[in-house]
DNA sequence: CGTGGACACT
């Protein structure tokens, strides 16, 4: 109880006039140790343990996984006498925490191949692992066996299938669960609010919020987070103005530094670039390098160079780690052709050793998630893909699909730039989905950072000439392809 | 008397 409650040494000394070291006290104390960070302190007391039973493990494991060492919570979980659900849960989610996703998803796969029993615990995290790499068909899997078992659709378990099917681009499916929900939550609805707002339905996010409150729920922060970011993608200001000032007033919360972060994004995305800037020059707290990062990425949409060096430079200082920074000022500079600017964050980069956040795109096929880098050459079937890939570009070509150079970071002729941009992962992933596809099916793709403009072009036009409905999941939204029109209205 | 799950701003 005292290491629970952040007493630690207190907590040891309690322990220690216990004279011997119990199995659960110790249990207790290593949680509490691993709860506070101090995981040196943890691992001394596991070593010296006399006997140690299957929950010392298991907090082991789980004291790895939420301090972010899925490294060690792996040694761990590897030497251990014997695992039950706990352990198996443990670890998975440690390697969510870890954004691991798809190698969570490898061990849920292992895991059923044990005679161990999935609970609804280890199948929450499993289906978080499936939304957020978009793995539907496993998500379904679960989904089924949910229902074959006759497992209980709590609160939590009713919203991560929610979710879960939101992110895998199947808004139907996941309404479908929302509403049969016996026992919905706060989180059940800013879960479903969530998620009409990732596929641009602002309208219905905005309906649901208010369907919400009918039902007698009451919205908390991060209800408003969904609702202004419904909002932002949308381009409806006056709404998610209206519904930020409503925050404070009507609903009596203190806007918190993410819906700063959302009004700055719904501003600037629309071009109230001024707007935007007052907003951080007038927020409460000390702007975070979200907030600055989202004038940043307004200023690269609307060309506003001289902001962006200013922001860029604050950017630059509070993260220098953080290369999605250096992109996208980069990219501001290639846009107008600064390319001296561009060497010179190039050299920065190199000095400080900032590594680049490479471009991933993920595709579900059969269950199985294949996952693509830029100019991935790894894949057992490169060579047709890429056949393949040089076909598409044709065939669009042919409809009028123009390479749209100006993001390219380098000062590199036409010719090169259109190669580099022809293998960005998304396409990549796009010409196996329709390589390995029946014809008319859907490819599903997510991706780890933002599509780019002629990605997003490209595929337009290949959702025409190949009559396929095409769905990508970038960083922030949804992306829905269909004859030639994207549900974003290219607004992004 | 100890261990595991959800929704969230670039």
Redesign the pocket.
């Given at each position: 109880?005292y290491a629970?409650l952040g007493r630690v040494n207190e907590a040891r000394i309690m322990l220690d006039s216990i004279g011997k070291l119990?199995?659960?006290?110790c249990?207790?104390m290593i949680?509490g140790y691993m709860?506070f960070g101090d995981v040196g302190s943890a691992r001394k007391l596991f070593d010296n343990m006399p006997d140690?039973?299957?929950?010392?493990?298991?907090?082991m494991v789980?004291?790895f996984?939420?301090n972010e060492m899925i490294e060690e919570a792996k040694k761990y979980f590897d030497q251990m006498p014997k695992r039950?659900?706990?352990?198996?849960?443990?670890i998975i989610?440690g390697y969510?925490?870890g954004g691991h996703f798809k190698e969570a998803l490898e061990v849920f796969h292992q895991m059923q191949g044990e005679e161990i029993k999935l609970?609804?615990?280890?199948?929450?995290?499993a289906?978080?692992s499936c939304?957020?790499v978009g793995a539907l068909d496993q998500g379904k899997w679960i989904h089924a066996y949910i229902k074959r078992n006759r497992i209980v659709?709590?609160?939590?378990?009713?919203?991560?299938l929610?979710?879960?099917y939101?992110?895998c681009g199947r808004l139907d499916l996941s309404w479908d669960v929302f509403e049969r929900m016996k026992h919905k939550?706060?989180?059940?609805?800013?879960?479903m609010i969530?998620?009409l707002?990732?596929h641009g339905r602002a309208e219905d996010a905005i309906e649901l919020f208010l369907d919400m409150q009918r039902h007698e729920y009451k919205p908390?922060?991060?209800?408003f987070?969904?609702l202004?970011?419904a909002c932002?993608h949308a381009g409806l200001v006056d709404k998610g103005l209206k519904y930020f000032l409503l925050i404070k007033e009507t609903y009596n919360i203190e806007p918190?530094?993410?819906?700063?972060?959302?009004v700055?994004?719904l501003l600037?995305k629309a071009g109230y670039i001024n707007e935007a800037e007052d907003v951080i020059n007038s927020m409460p707290m000390k702007p975070?390098?979200?907030?600055?990062?989202?004038?940043?990425?307004?200023c690269r949409i609307h060309g506003n160079i001289e902001l962006g060096e200013k922001v860029g430079e604050i950017?630059l200082e509070l993260e220098p780690e953080?290369s999605?920074?250096y992109t996208?000022l980069s990219n501001i500079y290639a846009k107008a052709a600064k390319w001296d600017r561009v060497e010179k964050l190039r050299k920065l980069m190199k000095e400080r050793g900032v590594k680049t956040m490479t471009d991933r795109s993920m595709i579900d096929l059969k269950g199985t998630v294949h996952e693509f880098k830029v100019g991935d050459s790894s894949h057992p079937q490169t060579e047709e893909i890429y056949r393949t890939l040089e076909m598409i570009i044709q065939k669009i070509k042919l409809k009028g699909h123009e390479a749209d150079t100006s993001e390219v970071l380098f000062d590199i002729s036409e010719e090169e730039k259109e190669t580099s941009l022809k293998y960005h992962s998304e396409k990549i992933a796009i010409a196996f989905g329709i390589l390995n596809t029946e014809p008319g099916t859907t490819i599903r793709v997510v991706k780890n950072l933002?599509v780019c403009e002629d990605c997003h072009s490209a595929t337009k036009f290949i959702s025409q000439v190949y009559k396929r409905d095409i769905i990508v999941r970038d960083?922030?939204?949804y992306h829905h392809f269909r004859n030639g029109k994207c549900s974003c209205k290219d607004f992004w």
């Open positions: 109880m629970y119990d199995v659960i006290c249990n207790a949680d709860k140690k039973n299957i929950s010392s493990w298991n907090t789980s004291g996984s939420n039950d659900d706990v352990s198996w849960s443990a989610d969510n925490k609970n609804k615990f280890v199948l929450s995290s289906l978080n939304a957020n659709l709590d609160e939590v378990l009713g919203t991560s929610v979710d879960m939101a992110k939550e706060v989180f059940s609805w800013n879960a969530g998620g707002a990732m908390n922060d991060i209800t987070v969904a202004l970011n932002a918190t530094m993410e819906h700063y972060g959302c700055v994004n600037g975070n390098s979200v907030v600055w990062g989202a004038l940043l990425g307004a950017l953080n999605i920074r996208l933002r960083r922030v939204r």
